[in-house]
C-alpha cells in the first residue's frame, strides 16, 4: 500500500514537472509572438501556427490511427473549440484593453479552476490547493495590475478567455484518461487551426509577412509552445489535479518577467518580485499535499 503511494506521488511529482516546463516555455515565447503579432494579423499567424502544429502531430498518429474513433473525435473537437474560444476572447479582448489588465484576468482562470472542479468534476481541491489558488493569483494581481484599475469591454472579453481557459484544463481533466493522448492533443489543435483559419478568413485582411520575427516565432510556437505543450499538459492531467495544473500555469508570466530581464534587459520592480514570490508559494503550497 505504502509503495503504491509513493509511486502514484512519483508520477504526480513527474507530471507537475512537466507542467511546469510548459508555463516556462510559454513564458519564453510570450516576446517573440508579441514581436510577430505586430506584422502578422492574430488569428492568421494562430491559424499558420497551429496548422504546423497539426501537421506535426499528424506524423505520429498516423502509426495509431486505428485509436481514433467517433468518440474520441468529437471529444477533441469539443475541447479544442473551447481551447480556440479562449485564444479569440483573449486576442479579440486585447484590442479593447491593456496587456496589463488582460495579463492578470487570463490569469484569474487559477481561481476559477478549483470553483469549476466543485460544480462540473464534483471534486473539492484540498485546502493546500485552494491557498495556492488564491497566492497565486494575489501574484498575479502584483505582476500585472496597474493602477489605477478600470474595467471596459475588453476586460468583459478577457474574462470570458479565462473562463474558457479553466475549462479547457477541466475537460482534458475529465476526459484524458478515456482516450489515446496523441489523438485526443492532434484532434484539439486541428480543430483550433481550421477555427482560426475560418476567422482569418472571414475577419481579417490576408497579408502574409514572413520576417525574422514571424518566421522565428513560428518556428518556436509551432512544435515547442503548441503540439508538444499540450501533448504534455494532456499527458500529465492523467497523473495531476486541474487545480494544481492552473496553479502551475500561473508560473507563466514569472517566467515571462524572468526572461524579459534576460532577454530584452528589462528592469523588475519591487512589486514585480513580490508578485512572482507569491505565485510561487501558491505553487510550492499546492505540493505540499497530495
Same mark, same amino acid.
Given at each position: 500500500?505504502?509503495?503504491?503511494?509513493?509511486?502514484?506521488?512519483?508520477? #504526480?511529482?513527474?507530471?507537475?514537472?512537466?507542467?511546469?516546463?510548459?508555463?516556462?516555455?510559454?513564458?519564453?515565447?510570450?516576446?517573440? !509572438?508579441?514581436?510577430?503579432?505586430?506584422?502578422?494579423? *492574430?488569428?492568421?499567424?494562430?491559424?499558420?501556427?497551429?496548422? &504546423?502544429?497539426? &501537421?506535426?502531430?499528424?506524423?505520429?498518429? #498516423?502509426?495509431?490511427?486505428?485509436?481514433?474513433?467517433?468518440?474520441?473525435?468529437?471529444?477533441?473537437?469539443?475541447?479544442?473549440?473551447?481551447?480556440?474560444?479562449?485564444?479569440?476572447? @483573449?486576442?479579440?479582448?486585447? @484590442?479593447?484593453?491593456?496587456?496589463?489588465? $488582460? %495579463?492578470?484576468?487570463?490569469?484569474?482562470?487559477?481561481?476559477?479552476? *478549483?470553483?469549476?472542479? !466543485?460544480?462540473?468534476?464534483? @471534486?473539492? *481541491?484540498? $485546502?493546500?490547493?485552494?491557498?495556492?489558488?488564491?497566492?497565486?493569483?494575489?501574484?498575479?494581481?502584483? &505582476?500585472?495590475?496597474?493602477? *489605477?484599475?478600470?474595467?471596459?469591454?475588453?476586460?468583459?472579453? +478577457?474574462?470570458?478567455?479565462?473562463?474558457?481557459?479553466?475549462?479547457?484544463?477541466?475537460?482534458?481533466?475529465?476526459?484524458?484518461?478515456?482516450?489515446?493522448?496523441?489523438?485526443?492533443?492532434?484532434?484539439?489543435? %486541428?480543430? !483550433?487551426?481550421?477555427?482560426?483559419?475560418?476567422? $482569418?478568413?472571414?475577419?481579417?485582411? @490576408?497579408?502574409?509577412?514572413?520576417?525574422?520575427?514571424?518566421?522565428?516565432?513560428?518556428?518556436?510556437?509551432?512544435?515547442?509552445?503548441?503540439?508538444?505543450?499540450?501533448?504534455? #499538459?494532456?499527458?500529465? #492531467?492523467?497523473?495531476?489535479?486541474?487545480?494544481?495544473?492552473?496553479?502551475?500555469?500561473?508560473?507563466?508570466?514569472?517566467?515571462?518577467?524572468?526572461?524579459?530581464?534576460?532577454?530584452?534587459?528589462? +528592469?523588475?520592480?519591487?512589486?514585480?518580485?513580490? %508578485?512572482?514570490?507569491?505565485?510561487?508559494?501558491?505553487? &510550492?503550497?499546492?505540493?505540499?499535499?497530495?
Amino acid at each position: 500500500m505504502e509503495q503504491t503511494k509513493l509511486k502514484k506521488n512519483a508520477r #504526480q511529482m513527474k507530471a507537475d514537472a512537466l507542467l511546469l516546463m510548459v508555463a516556462l516555455v510559454w513564458g519564453l515565447t510570450f516576446v517573440s !509572438v508579441k514581436s510577430a503579432l505586430v506584422e502578422m494579423l *492574430p488569428f492568421t499567424f494562430n491559424a499558420i501556427r497551429f496548422t &504546423l502544429a497539426f &501537421l506535426f502531430m499528424l506524423l505520429f498518429l #498516423q502509426k495509431n490511427i486505428s485509436l481514433v474513433s467517433r468518440k474520441a473525435t468529437l471529444t477533441g473537437i469539443i475541447i479544442g473549440s473551447v481551447l480556440f474560444t479562449g485564444y479569440s476572447f @483573449q486576442t479579440i479582448g486585447l @484590442q479593447y484593453t491593456t496587456a496589463s489588465n $488582460a %495579463g492578470f484576468i487570463t490569469g484569474l482562470s487559477v481561481v476559477f479552476v *478549483p470553483l469549476f472542479s !466543485v460544480v462540473l468534476l464534483k @471534486q473539492v *481541491p484540498s $485546502a493546500y490547493a485552494m491557498m495556492g489558488a488564491f497566492f497565486a493569483a494575489l501574484g498575479l494581481s502584483f &505582476l500585472s495590475l496597474n493602477l *489605477p484599475f478600470s474595467i471596459n469591454i475588453g476586460d468583459l472579453l +478577457v474574462l470570458f478567455c479565462a473562463v474558457s481557459f479553466a475549462l479547457h484544463i477541466i475537460l482534458v481533466g475529465r476526459y484524458i484518461k478515456l482516450y489515446d493522448t496523441l489523438t485526443l492533443v492532434t484532434i484539439q489543435i %486541428g480543430t !483550433v487551426a481550421a477555427l482560426s483559419a475560418i476567422l $482569418a478568413l472571414l475577419l481579417e485582411k @490576408q497579408t502574409f509577412v514572413f520576417s525574422p520575427n514571424v518566421v522565428s516565432a513560428l518556428l518556436v510556437t509551432a512544435i515547442p509552445a503548441t503540439a508538444l505543450a499540450y501533448l504534455i #499538459q494532456n499527458w500529465a #492531467q492523467r497523473f495531476t489535479t486541474p487545480t494544481r495544473t492552473a496553479i502551475i500555469f500561473s508560473m507563466e508570466p514569472v517566467f515571462s518577467a524572468i526572461f524579459a530581464v534576460i532577454l530584452l534587459a528589462e +528592469v523588475l520592480s519591487a512589486i514585480d518580485i513580490i %508578485g512572482g514570490i507569491l505565485v510561487l508559494s501558491g505553487m &510550492l503550497l499546492a505540493e505540499l499535499k497530495h
